[in-house]
């Protein structure tokens, strides 16, 4: 994902990047225990619990335009950015192209 109309938008390193991170995402949901058991070892959760939360993560290389709005939102509503239109922002911001063409 990339904001719509960036200038780095047609540089190859970036679409290797947006590559790599669908294939971790895709693996993630493929190997649910492993994927806790990294999560376990980075961030100091017990396996239990890191496997309860990545339960309720969705790995979806889309992106969400309504999360991206209310997300938006949520930054206005909190005074750290000024966004007047969240849902026309989400829809300007995001740039799926590069998923497009996989």
């Known amino acids: 994902m990339l904001p719509g ?11 290797k990047l947006i590559d790599a991170h669908v294939r971790a995402m895709n693996w993630i949901e493929a190997n649910p225990d492993q994927a806790a058991g990294f999560a376990s070892k980075f961030t ?13 993560i969705r790995f ?32 300007n911001f995001i740039d799926a192209s590069f998923l497009n063409s996989q």
């Open 5 to 15: 109309g960036c200038r780095f938008h047609r540089r190859p390193e970036l679409k």
């Open 44 to 56: 100091g959760l017990d396996k239990k619990t890191a496997s309860e939360a990545l339960k309720r």
């Open 60 to 91: 979806h290389p889309q992106p969400q335009e309504k999360a991206v709005a209310e997300f938006a939102r949520f930054l206005d509503e909190m005074d750290y950015v000024k966004i007047r239109q969240p849902a026309a922002f989400a829809s």
